[in-house]
T-cell receptor
């Protein structure tokens, strides 16, 4: 069973701060990595994808990938109360198979 | 483009009853997935289809769960008989069969087994 691990949290940050979410995975053959945001009672929505080592920025979000360490992270700058949600790390292995972590619950305090 | 369609949104049944969920993926998406998400957990893959063939059903409880995608487009997931522990959200997702394509989720079906 390919594993994806995340700190379950909950993680609380004040409004305007940087939220840092981490994820590790077990399958070295994994090629693509995704972050999904899931509001309570809703389905996951894609917020970031990253495929090569390094950083990828999109607005207030930055994804970081280190394949040697099998580590993916998501930074949220200038956190807003609307960012309060559960963030799911997903890893795409061979055969287009997606594995998810348990999610990290983030609360942004106004 | 239209998203992944799922129905029903909610279903309440008694244990030992049967239930079926329907999913229509995004047009052109060859790969379709059914996930089970129990409250407080991440989505767990039940079955993955590539067109109308099964790619992975290793975590599908085959004594009670079945799924089909007969024409390579829409899909149904059935539970018979249901158990209390089947209470969860059932998420359907689809993706292009192409490296690096993300999953796109439907709104899910919230199942409560009493």
């Amino acid at each position: 069973q390919k594993e994806v691990e995340q700190n379950s949290g909950p993680l609380s940050v004040p409004e305007g701060a940087i939220a840092s979410l981490n994820c590790t995975y077990s399958d070295r053959g994994s090629q693509s990595f995704f972050w999904y945001r899931q509001y309570s009672g809703k389905s996951p929505e894609l917020i970031m994808s990253i495929y090569s080592n390094g950083d990828k920025e999109d607005g207030r979000f930055t994804a970081q990938l280190n394949k040697a360490s099998q580590y993916v992270s998501l930074l949220i700058r200038d956190s807003q109360p609307s960012d309060s949600a559960t963030y799911l790390c997903a890893v795409n292995s061979a055969g287009n198979q997606f594995y998810f972590g348990t999610g990290t619950s983030l609360t942004v305090i106004p | 483009e239209a998203g992944v369609a799922q129905s029903p949104r909610y279903k309440i049944i008694e244990k030992r009853q049967s239930v079926a969920f329907w999913c229509n993926p995004i047009s052109g998406h060859a790969t379709l997935y059914w996930y089970q998400q129990i409250l407080g957990q991440g989505p767990k893959l039940l079955i993955q289809f590539q067109n109308n063939g099964v790619v992975d059903d290793s975590q599908l409880p085959k004594d009670r769960f079945s799924a089909e995608r007969l024409k390579g487009v829409d899909s149904t997931l059935k539970i018979q008989p249901a158990k209390l522990e089947d209470s969860a959200v059932y998420l359907c997702a689809s993706s292009l069969f192409r490296g690096n394509s993300p999953l796109h989720f439907g709104n899910g079906t919230r199942l409560t087994v009493t």
